[in-house]
């Protein structure tokens, strides 16, 4: 199942993304993208991507109570001066 990662909100200043940012996991391991992408964000999407593209419930996984997961990246802006992201996930069915 591919998914939608998009950018909904952005504490603080990141140097990548803007909110309203899309990019797409495609059959579970291909990402494309048109903007550059951020490590940090990516590597805060591992633990969760594949088990919400099998069909695992964002109520499961604990991040999310509708149809979409939300995640964040790992810089704490206040402490880096760089920008936290939130993004919301969801299956393209």
Do not use: W
């Amino acid at each position: 199942m591919d998914l939608t990662v998009k950018i909904i909100r952005i504490c603080g200043n990141c140097p990548v993304y803007e909110v309203g940012d899309k990019f797409i996991i495609k059959e579970g391991y291909k990402v494309q993208s048109e903007i550059p992408l951020c490590m940090h964000s990516l590597s805060s999407l591992m633990p969760y991507y594949n088990a919400f593209a099998k069909g695992v419930s964002p109520k499961e996984l604990g991040l999310g109570k509708g149809k979409s997961i939300f995640i964040q990246c790992m810089d704490p802006h206040d402490l880096t001066d760089g920008g936290t992201v939130t993004m919301e996930i969801c299956r393209n069915e």
